[in-house]
Each structure stands twice: as structure tokens, then as C-alpha cells.
């Protein structure tokens, strides 16, 4: 039997993060929360919690920490840092490096967005949202690259995950709440997940970007209640709901094991369908929509 045959049998473990060392950047609440909850339920020793609140950041590694099914040991850590400023990605990697030589997985996630008209839309709001969205995303991995590349290898690669958005794909909010920064900063980190992957793949870390369509959160709260509430947007997505955590823990969780451990430079959405939908429900007659 040829080596490979024999790995078609070794599936038992293919999601485990068994051990792992995870950063996670807007960790206190929303998408980075559900997405630590994930990574210690897949078997990670540590998950660190960063976003500005110092209350914030311990009142999520408290709730994680009190989860009922963590590995022996595991544990959440909390630091908190403003991820929008290079001396407070300094900060964070500082103090992420008092308690560990390395990191394995980090899901640089902490974004904020803006709505205001055309004709009005600040230049402050739109630097404001590149600045966290964009250029902080690049700080971030950037400054983590050396504890990242510490146990990465070809066979067990370290990971980064980016959070971009179907705004980055499809056409963001329009109208009186348009979200033009936003959009071009999540459209703009698909493209640097795909630069970062060919960069820092030869050092054994995969860069990919995830894709979610609207997750009740703090932040889409508001988009979500002046677009029709969240019962009437399930309506209209192909799947028939929203996001749920499970949704994000399930794909970072896949996104960084050994699942996917020769996938590099993607972006995988997780929003139902609901991007590729939106010219059908455009084109479509009306008796049609109803049915969709
Ligand atoms: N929810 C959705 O429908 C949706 C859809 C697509 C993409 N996304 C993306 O998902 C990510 C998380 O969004 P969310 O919906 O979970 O929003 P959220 O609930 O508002 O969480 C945002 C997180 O980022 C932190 N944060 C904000 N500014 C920060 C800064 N300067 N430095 C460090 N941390 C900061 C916040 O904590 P502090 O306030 O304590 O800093 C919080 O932990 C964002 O990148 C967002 O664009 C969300």
C-alpha cells in the first residue's frame, strides 16, 4: 500500500486544533467570540482575546473560559490593545509573547464600519474604517509573522484567517447609510489574503479570508433593522436564514486545521447564498420572487 493510500485513512483527527496557540483580534464580542468559542471546542491550549475594552475583552475570556468542554488545561487569555494603531499591535504582540514562543493560528478580525451618504460620506469615517480594516490587518500579520513562522511547517502550516464580508464582493449599503469604506476596505483584504498567501507560504503560513453575509452582531444590528429586520432578510436569502456562531466557528475552525491545510489565498463566503442571489431576485418577475 503507497503512502497515500495509507492517509486516506488518518481522517480521525482532520479537524483537531488539538494544542494550538490562537490570537483572536475583536475577540470581546460577535463574530471573534464565536469564533474563540470554536477554537477552544476544537482542542486549542490558548485562545487570546484582544479588542479595546479592557471589561469587554475579560467578561469574553470569563464566558469562554467557563465553557464545559475545554481540553485539559486550555485556556483564554485577555489583552486588551486598539488594534487601529501600530503601537497597539505592538502592544499586543508584546504581551502575547510573555506567555507563549509562538503562534499557530491568528484570526485577524476586528473591523468597524460606517454608513453615511455619497455627498456626504467623511473623509475622517472613510480613513477611519481603511485604517482598522485594511492597513491594521496588515500591521497585524506583519508583526505576527515571526511567532506565526516559529512551529509552521509544510506538513502542519500556521494559519491566518481574515475577516472581509460580502460587501467586499458583491455591492455594499447604498443610499442615505452607504457603506463606500467599508465595501473597498473588505473588497481590499480579499486582495491582500491572496498577495499574503503567495508572500508567506513558502514560510509555512496560509493566509485566507472568510466572507460572512449579515450575522446579528453590535455591528450589523443597525443595517440589519433598517433593511426589513432579520425575519424578513432570512426571506430573502436562498438559505432562508441568517448567520449564526456556529456558521463562523465551523469555517475558521475547518479553515484552520489540517482540513485545509492546502488551501491558501481563498476566500470562502458564508452568508447562504445570499451574494450570488441578488441578481436573481433583480431580474426576476415578480411571481418568481415570490418563490425565491
Ligand atoms: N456581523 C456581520 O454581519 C458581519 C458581516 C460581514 C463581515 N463582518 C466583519 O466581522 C468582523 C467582526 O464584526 P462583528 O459583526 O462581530 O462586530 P462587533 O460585534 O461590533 O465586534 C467588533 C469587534 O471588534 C472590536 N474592535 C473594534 N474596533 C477595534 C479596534 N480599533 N481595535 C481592536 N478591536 C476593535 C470590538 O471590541 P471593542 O469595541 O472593545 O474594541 C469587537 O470585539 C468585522 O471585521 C466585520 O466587518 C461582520
Not at 475577516?163 to 491582500?192: D, E, Q
Amino acid at each position: 500500500m503507497s503512502k497515500y493510500e495509507t492517509e486516506l485513512h488518518d481522517f480521525q483527527n482532520i479537524f483537531s486544533l488539538k494544542g494550538k496557540v490562537v490570537v483572536v483580534t475583536g475577540g470581546s464580542r460577535g463574530l471573534g467570540l464565536h469564533a474563540a468559542s470554536g477554537f477552544l471546542q476544537a482542542g486549542a491550549s490558548k485562545v487570546y482575546i484582544t479588542s479595546r475594552k479592557a471589561s469587554a475583552c475579560d467578561s469574553a475570556v470569563a464566558a469562554l473560559n467557563a465553557l464545559p468542554n475545554l481540553s485539559p488545561g486550555a485556556k483564554s487569555i485577555s489583552i486588551p490593545a486598539d488594534s487601529a494603531n501600530i503601537e497597539g499591535v505592538e502592544h499586543l504582540v508584546e504581551e502575547v509573547m510573555k506567555t507563549t514562543d509562538h503562534v499557530d493560528i491568528l484570526f485577524a478580525n476586528a473591523g468597524a464600519t460606517w454608513g453615511e451618504a455619497f455627498d456626504t460620506h467623511p473623509d475622517s469615517a472613510f480613513g477611519k474604517v481603511m485604517d482598522l480594516n485594511v492597513k491594521s490587518v496588515f500591521n497585524t500579520i506583519r508583526l505576527f509573522a515571526p511567532l506565526l513562522q516559529k512551529k509552521g511547517t509544510i506538513e502542519d502550516p500556521s494559519r491566518v484567517i481574515i475577516t472581509a464580508s460580502v460587501a467586499g464582493i458583491g455591492i455594499g449599503s447604498l443610499g442615505k447609510t452607504a457603506t463606500f469604506g467599508y465595501s473597498a476596505s473588505k473588497a481590499a483584504v480579499i486582495h491582500l489574503a491572496k498577495n499574503l498567501a503567495v508572500e508567506l507560504g513558502p514560510r509555512h503560513i496560509l493566509v485566507n479570508a472568510i466572507a460572512p453575509g449579515l450575522f446579528p452582531s453590535k455591528m450589523a444590528s443597525g443595517l440589519i433593522s433598517l433593511t426589513g429586520g432579520e425575519e424578513q432578510l432570512a426571506v430573502s436569502n436562498p438559505s432562508k436564514r441568517l448567520g449564526k456562531p456556529e456558521d463562523i466557528a465551523g469555517l475558521v475552525v475547518f479553515l484552520s486545521s489540517r482540513a485545509s491545510s492546502h488551501v491558501n489565498g481563498a476566500t470562502i463566503t458564508v452568508d447562504g447564498g445570499e451574494v450570488w442571489a441578488r441578481g436573481v431576485m433583480v431580474n426576476a418577475t415578480k411571481e418568481d420572487q415570490a418563490k425565491l
